[in-house]
């Protein structure tokens, strides 16, 4: 019918096109978010980002 709860699901980025986006390497992406220097999700073994956090992330930083 339609009804029902209805949400927005945000893309994931993977340490790849965080790497692309930031050219960096993508272990330098996994170090930093290893050390909580980006903002990420691991899920089991594999890291990844939502681009509106890293863009929240690099406002603050900027401000900062």
Known sequence: SGEGISFVVDPLWTVEDVARYL???PGTIRVMA???LLPGIKIGRIWRFKPV???KFFQHSQND
């Open 23 to 25: 050219k960096l390497e």
């Open 34 to 36: 290893r050390k909580g």
């Open 53 to 55: 956090e890293l863009d």
